[in-house]
């Protein structure tokens, strides 16, 4: 089983600033099969990026995705308010699929 | 196309869950479907997935012969049965649409407690 680990756990930035997150795998991810969500409190997950650096549709194109191997990284640029949430990266390059823990993304 | 779930749900310990997943299209034999959960301040943990053409499921190795996914393509719906349930099977629950591996668009989520 593929072992996904964000970081930071929390990050804490202004609006405006830039983020960038995190999503390191325990083994070479192949393809680059991996995806981002964003969930807010209450909400259902939402898709952000696939296949590493897709956008999936109606996402602003400040969400940029990046990384191969075992490294990623998610980077959102000159943040809004509603950014502020948590993020999960999620691989699909094996039959088992998982999910990173989160990165919680706070207003500082 | 929204996925729409079952209602929320109060098991006892020991006790099975049934959780179904409808689409609101009918592209429904097209659909591979993927069911995720998240217990309460946790994060996502991935349950496992099916194809609705010929129903080859994958589970996750965690919950491997305690949880059946199954689809009934009659009723354009996807199916998630928990067996054996323990207070740590206490979540939200999640269908989404498989699609080349990541999931959209998400159901609402269905709410399964388990308490004596």
């Known amino acids: 089983e593929v072992v996904l680990t964000q970081s930071p756990g929390t990050l804490s930035l202004s609006p405006g600033e830039g983020a960038t997150l995190s999503c390191r795998a325990s083994?070479?991810?192949?393809?680059?099969?991996l995806a981002w969500y964003q969930q807010k409190p209450g909400q259902t997950p939402r898709l952000l990026i696939y296949?590493?650096?897709s956008r999936a549709s109606d996402i602003p194109d400040r969400f940029t995705g990046s990384g191969s191997g075992t490294d990623f990284t998610l980077t959102i640029n000159r943040l809004e308010p509603e950014d502020f949430a948590v993020y999960y990266c999620?691989?699909?390059?094996?039959?088992?699929?998982?999910f990173g823990q989160g990165t919680k993304l706070e207003i500082k | 196309v929204q996925l729409v779930q079952s209602g929320s749900e109060v098991k006892k310990p020991g006790a099975s869950v049934t959780v179904s997943c409808k689409p609101s299209?009918?592209?429904?034999?097209?659909?591979?479907f993927a069911w995720v959960r998240q217990a309460p301040g946790q994060g996502l943990e991935w349950m496992g997935w099916?194809?609705?053409?010929?129903?080859?499921?994958n589970y996750a190795r965690k919950l491997q012969g305690r949880v059946s996914l199954t689809t009934d393509t009659s009723m354009a719906t996807a199916y998630m049965e928990l067996r054996s349930l323990t207070s740590d099977d206490t979540a939200v629950y999640y269908c989404a649409r498989l699609q080349g591996g990541w999931l959209d668009p998400w159901g609402q989520g269905t709410l399964v407690t388990v308490s004596s």
């Open positions: 999620q691989q699909y390059a094996t039959s088992l699929y998982t």
């Open positions: 299209t009918n592209t429904f034999i097209n659909y591979d």
């Open positions: 099916i194809t609705s053409h010929n129903g080859n499921a």
């Open positions: 083994q070479s991810i192949s393809s680059s099969f």
């Open positions: 296949d590493t650096s």
